[in-house]
């Protein structure tokens, strides 16, 4: 039975976890994903790890901050004030806002999580909700096809 090389294209499953075992992702066997090994649509820890697997194995792979959503950064904490959210919405710790920012003349929704309320402020973090933290996967192969 063949291996799996690079630019071969991957059927996967997939538990992702944080170290803490909270999950955070699952792509399970009956709605799996497909893709392309070298097309960076994974970390590369990721897809280095499933070269060489074959259908039917299983890994589990670990990915570093600077590899999954970064570090966290103090740069996108911002406090703005309470008033700001107007009368119909109470900010409460845990809430996800979305905040609209223009970029390349676009309007975009940008998801932020209220972390703290202090007297007439409000703390929003922008950082990923992931961010900082090792995402450890227990990957299952399904299926792949040679490219080349």
Known sequence: MSSI??????????????????????????????????QS???????NAVVGMKKGDTKKIRVTPDEGFGHRTKDLLHEV???????????????????????????????????????????IDYNHPLAGHHLNYELTILDFQKQG
Do not use: Y
């Open 5 to 38: 090389s690079k630019n071969d294209q991957v059927t996967i499953s997939f538990t992702g976890k944080l170290d803490n075992g909270d999950v955070f992702m699952v792509v399970t066997p009956e709605e799996p994903i497909s893709i392309t090994l070298g």
């Open 41 to 47: 649509e994974l970390p590369p820890t990721v897809e």
């Open 81 to 123: 004030p309470t008033a700001s959210f107007g009368s119909k919405v109470t900010p409460k710790p845990g809430m996800i806002v979305s905040q609209k920012i223009e970029k390349d003349g676009q309007q975009l929704d940008v998801p932020a999580t209220i972390i703290e309320l202090k007297d007439e402020k409000v703390v």
